[in-house]
T-cell receptor, first 112, second 112 residues
């Protein structure tokens, strides 16, 4: 199993550009989520999904969109990037029977 | 104010020494508390999870304690190794909806 795979690893955007961060898991997990990690702060939940076709907002959803068309994939879209979205983004997944989240290796995003 | 506070913010110890990391929380109602290890440039990896009725849990050289009355947890690392250098994140879940609250982490550096 590859676990949770995130791409790209690094990305630089200009203000106003759009992009999609990819996340895929091969563990057949129903639950998937996106977090951002900023210096001196804990991980903050952006969006999450409890299954294909179902998404919901987390703590900091503004400026981000998600979709869940399959169990495996959970892309995160930035429609119009802003410098405040400079951060490290983590995708995670888990199953109802699992007590822990499995995280991807992260995407470091810089918005200039 | 973050509902999960970790101390110290950073710590440097010599290889072979023991150390203890602290986590205080105000999350209520309480569901469970997890400790994650995050290597530089990687996503967090689960170390332990404890529920209300558990007051200690070990994972190799890592031992977590929980005092649900005082809302405190600690992670004790025995006979530290260079590979223990990482950030250690405390995560507390709320009882009603299982929302997770992340601490900002303790950055541990183990020197030879």
């Amino acid at each position: 199993n590859a676990g949770v795979t995130q791409t790209p690893k690094f990305q630089v955007l200009k203000t106003g550009q759009s992009m999609t961060l990819q996340c895929a898991q091969d563990m057949n997990h129903e639950y998937m989520s996106w977090y951002r990690q900023d210096p001196g702060m804990g991980l903050r939940l952006i969006h999450y999904s409890v299954g294909a076709g179902i998404t919901d907002q987390g703590e900091v959803p503004n400026g981000y969109n998600v979709s869940r068309s399959t169990t495996e994939d959970f892309p995160l879209r930035l429609l119009s990037a802003a410098p405040s979205q400079t951060s490290v983004y983590f995708c995670a997944s888990s199953s109802p029977s699992s007590e822990k989240l499995f995280f991807g290796s992260g995407t470091q995003l810089s918005v200039l | 104010k973050n509902q999960v506070e970790q101390s110290p913010q950073s710590l440097i110890i010599l290889e072979g020494k023991n150390c203890t990391l602290q986590c205080n929380y105000t999350v209520s109602p309480f569901s469970n508390l997890r400790w994650y290890k995050q290597d530089t440039g990687r996503g967090p990896v689960s170390l332990t999870i404890m529920t209300f009725s558990e007051n200690t849990k070990s994972n190799g050289r890592y031992t977590a304690t929980l005092d649900a009355d005082t809302k405190q947890s600690s992670l004790h690392i025995t006979a530290s190794q260079l590979s223990d250098s990482a950030s250690y994140i405390c995560v507390v879940s709320e009882g009603d909806n299982n929302d997770m609250r992340f601490g900002a982490g303790t950055r541990l550096t183990v020197k030879p």
